[in-house]
């Protein structure tokens, strides 16, 4: 495992702009996980260790993208039809012997070499049959229906680069070039806790003055979306000998820690002096809205956050904010969620000098284009609102007032964790 620099969550005390705080992130932090070989089949959503190149070019061979009759073009009559022999028959993964003869057509399929000489394809629907002939129509181009060889995939050509993220399409590329494994970072291993004598597992009872524990489970499922390995170390009782021991045992084995509440400094969050005696923490206050100050740190060389204790401030900073430590952490290097530009159902006026993200659901116009519906309640212990809503709509720093009708950037939920 890589060990961090100690001071890399290091941060002023000053309210930072978000901006500033993910390129702090962003620089400081890297792979803390080694490579491993897998198959292609179990490569899917994981990120990649390597640069992959290409050792063969795509399409291997000059071949025909339709069904039809494959001709040399310069047989053609430009002005009127031309009626040629068929010379023979190309399907794929079988070339024909020796070269196209001129003044004759080949019977050939989807996919089938080109045969040496050939460089035009009709298409097997615009001709006319007549006997053992082919009748070609005028007009068409030069090369008309012809794939190159190598026009998708050089020999040589990097095709993939290391730190993507791999989806279906990644992994079909890697196999076209004839890889059948790759090497990709291990799953990052995140242990996830809760502290709070009030905090029940829903196992459980909650007694009156007690609630359950709706954050671990969050945190827990955005981690595994991401690819993690998690590990539920459930709930530890308001004692800092006890967090202290399990924060500690748990770093031994474990690429990073998570919890939610208990980071303030009130007589019962006892989550920030037992991570200060077993390595740093820095809260980090930021410009943002919801989410009150998020702490990163270190617990014995391992690294540490405490996301907010209200349960949408919580899953809005770790999509926005902690998402990014966990896939840098994993050796992602695209980590930047995109945004959509969308119009606003809604007019909004907000303080300004800060990013606030609103919950909202997506509705298609009668035009056809898409609009932001606000959920009507935007407090921070309202779960609801992020069951109901398909994604953010990020208000910037210096936009405090958004009128109906403007278009407005908004953050799907599958984009940030997919």
Not at 175 to 184: C, H, M
Not at 253 to 272: A, N, P, Q
């Amino acid at each position: 495992m890589t060990q961090l620099k100690d001071d890399c969550f290091a941060h002023g005390d000053e309210l930072t702009p978000l901006d500033v705080a993910l390129e702090q992130l962003e620089k400081t932090v890297e792979a803390v996980v080694d490579t491993e070989e897998v198959s292609l089949g179990r490569a899917l959503a994981r990120i990649l260790g390597e640069n992959v190149k290409a050792e063969r070019h795509v399409p291997p061979h000059d071949n025909s993208a339709v069904d039809g009759y494959a001709v040399i073009h310069r047989d053609l009559n430009p002005d009127a039809d031309t009626r040629l022999p068929i010379g023979g028959r190309i399907t794929a993964g079988h070339k024909l012997d020796g070269l196209a003869k001129q003044g004759q057509a080949y019977r050939i399929f989807t996919g089938a070499p080109m045969p040496a000489g050939a460089d035009t394809v009709f298409m097997q629907e615009d001709v006319r049959l007549a006997g053992d002939d082919v009748i070609l129509p005028p007009g068409i181009k030069a090369g008309a229906n012809r794939r190159f060889k190598g026009e998708d995939v050089e020999t040589g050509s990097v095709i993939l680069g290391r730190g993507k993220r791999l989806r279906p399409q990644e992994i079909g590329l890697a196999a076209s070039v004839g890889r059948s494994t790759l090497s990709v970072y291990k799953r990052l291993r995140v242990a996830v806790f809760s502290t709070g004598d009030e905090v029940r597992d829903p196992d459980g009872e909650a007694p009156e003055g007690c609630i359950f524990d709706a954050n671990r489970y969050t945190i827990m499922g955005l981690l595994e979306r991401l690819g993690c390995l998690v590990t539920d170390l459930g709930i530890l009782e308001d004692d800092e000998t006890v967090i202290g021991d399990a924060l500690k045992a748990a770093a031994k084995d474990h690429d990073l820690l998570f919890t939610s509440g208990g980071v303030s400094v009130g007589d019962e969050d006892h989550i920030k002096p037992a991570v200060e005696k077993l390595g740093s923490l820095h809260f980090w206050r930021l410009a943002i809205k919801p989410g009150r100050p998020i702490a990163f740190g270190q617990v014995a060389g391992t690294p540490f956050v405490g996301l907010p204790g209200n349960p949408v401030a919580a899953m809005v900073t770790f999509m926005c904010i902690a998402r990014v430590l966990v896939l840098r952490l994993s050796g992602a290097l695209d980590v930047t969620a995109p945004t959509y530009k969308v119009r606003a159902a809604f007019s909004f006026k907000g303080k300004g000098e800060r990013r606030e993200w609103l919950r909202a659901r997506l509705e298609k116009d009668t035009d056809g284009d898409y609009s932001a519906h606000l959920y009507p309640a935007s407090g921070s212990g309202v779960l609801t609102s992020m069951v109901a809503s398909d994604g953010l709509v990020e208000v910037g720093e210096e936009q405090a007032q958004i009128n109906e009708g403007e278009l407005v950037d908004f953050l799907p939920f599958t984009e940030m964790c997919p």
